[in-house]
């Protein structure tokens, strides 16, 4: 920031999820004043931004908001007079919007919609990102995706993401609001949900290695996603608010594994062999140097509808916002085993090649910001 010039001002939603501990410290480090939103829970928690080392940060301001309630969007944006809007609150769990469709649309849907109608309504000129997902291409129409892919949701989040993607299009161009939608592709991390593939099997490896656990159960082994890393994602957000004029971009590493790729990584990354033997429901990840089945197949993990393969063009991220993702999907996979062998295994993690020394390394230590 160039000097005696005020610091930019970002809210963001969200702020307990994955990408919002990210994007804070993102832009923390920029010289950003932020306020992040968080939801009132009966247990609060703060971890993954503690984790970061940024909860106590001077500069960030954490405050109470539900996306669903105009009220509480129009007093938080007028609280703080933010530059820049990032709405990344959503019920993000695709599983979960079978079960619970109304709720997902509430949030992700209808919510996206409040905070478009509140930015207009206090300050039409705030900048906004909103949170839009490949999950929105579903039954793919072309391979790879990219920002003119024709949609095809196949579940209640896609479907609301679809609603909250096409609102932010419409108040660009309704009321040429600076609103720019990112399509993103799968991004994880070691702060990422344990209700998320990679998390759920980043951490029962490390389970399994430390003695605490004996199988991991997972549902469609053949699903194929384009996985990156979600440090490398929130800096596109960011650029895409730094841009001349609001746009819709697709974030992607442009390359893609299945499920069951994935798992082999991940436990090759804690030196246990993997081997996948039998078929359907009856395959098995069997290691030979336990002589014993690891993975098993549980059917009811399985989707009603699923979204088959995902793989994402970033071209046009590339050459707008000069975009690159930093970390391939290989690495991610031993940063998450990794970080959860440190929260497992504390004890042993000075043996174990590319592990910090000692039990208080922290995830910052482990993901330093690029
Ligand atoms: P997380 O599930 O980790 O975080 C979601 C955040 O939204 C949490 O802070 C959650 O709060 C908050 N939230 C949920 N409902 C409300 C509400 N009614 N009011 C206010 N806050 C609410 O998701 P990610 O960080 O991974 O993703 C961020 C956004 O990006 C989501 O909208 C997601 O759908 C979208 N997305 C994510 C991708 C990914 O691969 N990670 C890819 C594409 C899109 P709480 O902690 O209380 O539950
Ligand atoms: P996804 O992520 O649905 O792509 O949504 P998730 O990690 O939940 O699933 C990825 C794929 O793995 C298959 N799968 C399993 N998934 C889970 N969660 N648990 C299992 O045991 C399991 N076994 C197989 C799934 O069927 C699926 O095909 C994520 C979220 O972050 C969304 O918010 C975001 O919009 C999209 O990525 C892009």
Not at 152 to 161: E, I, N
Not at 169 to 175: A, D, K, L, P
Not at 260 to 273: K, P
Request: glycine letters at 8%; charged letters at 25%; hydrophobic letters at 40%.
């Amino acid at each position: 920031m160039p000097e005696g010039s005020a610091a930019k001002r970002a809210f963001v939603s969200g702020v307990t999820g994955q990408d919002g501990a990210y994007l804070v410290r993102l832009l923390l480090s920029k010289g950003y004043k932020v306020a992040g939103g968080y939801r009132r829970t009966s247990a609060q928690t703060f971890w993954r931004l503690r984790e970061l080392g940024v909860d106590t940060h001077e500069n960030l301001t954490l405050v109470e908001h539900d996306l669903t309630d105009l009220g509480s969007n129009i007093r938080a944006i007028a609280a703080f007079e933010p530059d820049e809007i990032y709405n990344l609150a959503g019920q993000s769990f695709v599983a979960v919007s079978f079960k619970e469709p109304t709720t997902t649309a509430q949030i992700s849907a209808l919510g996206a919609l409040q905070m478009l109608e509140a930015s207009r309504i206090v300050n039409p000129r705030i900048r906004i990102y909103q949170a839009s997902s490949a999950e929105m291409f579903g039954r793919v129409q072309a391979v790879p995706q990219d920002e003119n892919t024709p949609f095809y949701p196949r579940s209640p989040y896609a479907v609301s993401k679809l609603f909250g993607h096409w609102s932010a299009i419409n108040y660009r161009e309704s009321y040429d609001m600076f609103v720019s939608s990112g399509i993103l592709f799968n991004h994880e991390s070691p702060l990422r949900g344990p209700e998320f593939v990679t998390r759920k099997i980043s951490q029962a490896v490390a389970r399994i290695a430390s003695g605490l656990q004996t199988t991991l159960f997972l549902g469609n082994l053949d699903a194929k996603r384009d996985w990156g890393f979600a440090g490398d994602f929130v800096e596109g957000m960011w650029r895409m608010l730094q841009a001349e004029k609001p746009d819709t971009f697709v974030l992607a590493t442009g390359t893609t594994s299945t499920v069951r790729d994935f798992a082999t990584m991940a436990f090759a990354a804690a030196d246990l062999d993997l081997e996948w033997r039998g078929e359907g429901d009856d395959e098995v990840g069997f290691c030979a140097s336990m002589n014993r089945p690891l993975v098993r197949i549980q059917k009811a993990l399985r989707r009603p509808a699923e979204v088959d393969l995902l793989l994402g063009s970033p071209r046009k991220a590339k050459e707008v916002l000069g975009w690159r993702p930093l970390v391939e999907v290989r690495e991610l996979c031993r940063m998450m085993v990794h970080a959860d062998l440190a929260r497992e295994t504390p004890n042993e993690i000075e043996v174990r090649d590319g592990l910090p020394n000692g039990h208080d390394a922290t995830i910052k230590e482990l993901f330093p910001l690029h």
